[in-house]
């Protein structure tokens, strides 16, 4: 996964400012440093999921290069993409398909016994296996 690096600053209404040098379209914050960070994993995963409406990002910069950026008392911090965020970002389209009934019964049971499972899921993981 590519690590882009995210420099962090102090708000003066307090908690955290965060810029990415290399998709200048992102800023977030968070109250806290934890807080920051997280939203900045999110911010990431749906830059690189939808983009910015036109609004373009370079390639990661190496944290020496972004530090040259930073001004003193910021922080830079690396920033990995969630691939669980990334998929909640994905487009989606909903689709009617027909199942036979005794079918349909089975993948519900599978559902249900499955954390984290739902028939979209099922579907998506079904076809995507099925494409390899």
């Given at each position: 996964?590519?690590?882009?690096?995210?420099?962090f600053?102090?708000?003066?209404?307090?908690?955290?400012?965060?810029?990415?040098?290399?998709?200048?379209?992102?800023?977030?914050?968070?109250?806290?440093?934890?807080?920051?960070?997280?939203?900045?994993?999110?911010?990431?995963?749906?830059?690189?999921v939808?983009?910015?409406?036109?609004?373009?990002y370079s390639?990661?910069?190496?944290?020496?290069?972004?530090?040259a950026?930073?001004?003193?008392?910021?922080?830079?911090?690396?920033?990995?993409?969630?691939?669980?965020?990334?998929?909640?970002?994905?487009?989606?389209?909903?689709?009617?398909?027909?199942?036979?009934?005794?079918?349909?019964?089975?993948?519900?049971?599978?559902?249900?016994?499955?954390?984290?499972?739902?028939?979209?899921?099922?579907?998506?993981?079904?076809?995507?296996?099925?494409?390899?």
């Open positions: 996964m590519t690590t882009y690096y995210a420099i600053y102090k708000l003066e209404s307090g908690g955290w400012g965060v810029r990415f040098p290399d998709a200048p379209s992102i800023h977030t914050s968070g109250k806290d440093l934890d807080e920051a960070v997280a939203m900045a994993v999110d911010a990431l995963s749906g830059m690189l939808v983009g910015r409406k036109g609004r373009e390639a990661p910069s190496g944290y020496e290069a972004v530090m950026q930073a001004d003193k008392g910021e922080l830079v911090f690396p920033i990995i993409p969630s691939e669980a965020t990334m998929e909640e970002y994905r487009p989606k389209k909903r689709v009617n398909v027909m199942v036979p009934v005794d079918l349909l019964k089975r993948i519900d049971e599978r559902v249900k016994a499955t954390s984290g499972m739902d028939r979209s899921r099922f579907f998506s993981q079904a076809a995507e296996k099925s494409l390899r």
